[in-house]
């Protein structure tokens, strides 16, 4: 059963940093494009970045351009969102999915959901 689960997320002050993980199982991730996702508050959720199994990377949001980083490592089975500089708007929950083909759908073009890891930017 394919399946993805993030970790990594937490409370970290303004300007600070921090790693989610996205660990699959149940699948060979190296023929998978993940992206990652966020959902705030009241608001709908977004695609932040997402990788090709070739390793292409995708933006979607232009104010983490700079900011955040996708990589994937295979032999792990896990894709990571690196994220530095960190700012109260990057508040969240954090979702890893699976593309049905490539990083050029939008979230309907993606399964396999993991349950989200908070993160939360705050003094």
């Known amino acids: 059963q394919l399946q993805l689960v993030e970790s990594g997320g937490g409370l970290v002050q303004p300007g600070g940093s921090l790693r989610l993980s996205c660990a699959a199982s149940g699948f060979t991730l190296d023929l998978t494009a993940i992206g990652w996702f966020r959902q705030a508050p009241g608001k709908e959720r977004e695609a932040v970045l997402c990788i090709e199994e070739n390793g292409g990377t995708t933006s979607y949001v232009d104010s983490v351009l700079g900011r955040f980083t996708i990589s994937r490592d295979n032999a792990k089975k896990t894709v990571y969102l690196q994220m530095i500089n960190l700012k109260p708007e990057d508040t969240a929950v954090y979702y890893c999915?699976?593309?049905?083909?490539?990083?050029?759908?939008?979230?309907?073009?993606?399964?396999?959901w993991g349950q989200g890891t908070q993160v939360t930017v705050a003094s």
């Open positions: 999915a699976a593309a049905w083909i490539s990083c050029r759908a939008g979230p309907s073009g993606f399964h396999s």
